[in-house]
T-cell receptor
Framework: DTGVSQNPRHKITKRGQNVTFRCDPISEHNRLYWYRQTLGQGPEFLTYFQNEAQLEKSRLLSDRFSAERPKGSFSTLEIQRTEQGDSAMYLC??????????????FGPGTRLTVL | AQKITQTQPGMFVQEKEAVTLDCTYDTSDPSYGLFWYKQPSSGEMIFLIYQGSYDQQNATEGRYSLNFQKARKSANLVISASQLGDSAMYFCAMRESRGSTLGRLYFGRGTQLTVWP
């Protein structure tokens, strides 16, 4: 039973460039979440999928951010026209609807983005 | 208002001693879940323990226990017999069970625990 995986682990880009991150959830998990964590803070929710449907989006997710989960398996998070304020750790998590009320989210190792 | 408050930016404990990490929460939802995660310097968030709002007993997982005081809206993590490998950032989180925020976890700012020999 492999955990949540994220690629790449690190990304350095220049301001104005587009970047895309990938998340592969635990195989039987149908819920997938994206969070952003800046230095010295706890993770902040960005968006949430159940299967391929995007059910919730935070106001943090500006028009430059888009997330997809086309076949209900892996997900991608794209940031267009990156800004220095986008520098953060982007965390992906997954959970199973079958876990009932607990619905524990299991996290991947994260993608650390640095915008120069 | 903050959903999760962790008032201890840093805590120090000697190896083999017990330590309590504080967490208070704010919600009007009668049904909610409380979680603790550990984040080592590598960055991965590791799930430690869960407490449901309707659970009558405090949750325990090995050396971890959750001191749940519902009336005070506190969910403190107790680590017994600390080990050097427990040195990490610890986050308290909450998930509500209704409304438009159903899926998300709210996290506190974390407590940096350092275990010394």
């Amino acid at each position: 039973d492999t955990g949540v995986s994220q690629n790449p682990r690190h990304k350095i880009t220049k301001r104005g460039q587009n970047v895309t991150f990938r998340c592969d959830p635990i195989s039987e998990h149908n819920r997938l979440y994206w969070y952003r964590q800046t230095l010295g803070q706890g993770p902040e929710f960005l968006t949430y999928f159940q299967n391929e449907a995007q059910l919730e989006k935070s106001r943090l997710l500006s028009d430059r951010f888009s997330a997809e989960r086309p076949k209900g398996s892996f997900s991608t998070l794209e940031i267009q026209r990156t800004e220095q304020g986008d520098s953060a750790m982007y965390l992906c998590a997954s959970s199973s609807i079958d876990s009932g009320i607990t619905d524990t989210q299991y996290f991947g190792p994260g993608t650390r983005l640095t915008v120069l | 208002a903050q959903k999760i408050t962790q008032t201890q930016p840093g805590m120090f404990v000697q190896e083999k001693e017990a330590v309590t990490l504080d967490c208070t929460y704010d919600t009007s939802d009668p049904s909610y879940g409380l979680f603790w995660y550990k984040q080592p310097s590598s960055g991965e968030m590791i799930f430690l323990i869960y407490q449901g709002s309707y659970d009558q007993q405090n949750a325990t997982e090995g050396r971890y226990s959750l001191n749940f005081q519902k009336a005070r809206k506190s969910a403190n993590l107790v680590i017994s017999a600390s080990q050097l490998g427990d040195s990490a950032m610890y986050f308290c989180a909450m998930r509500e069970s209704r409304g438009s925020t159903l899926g998300r976890l709210y996290f506190g700012r974390g407590t940096q625990l350092t275990v010394w020999p």
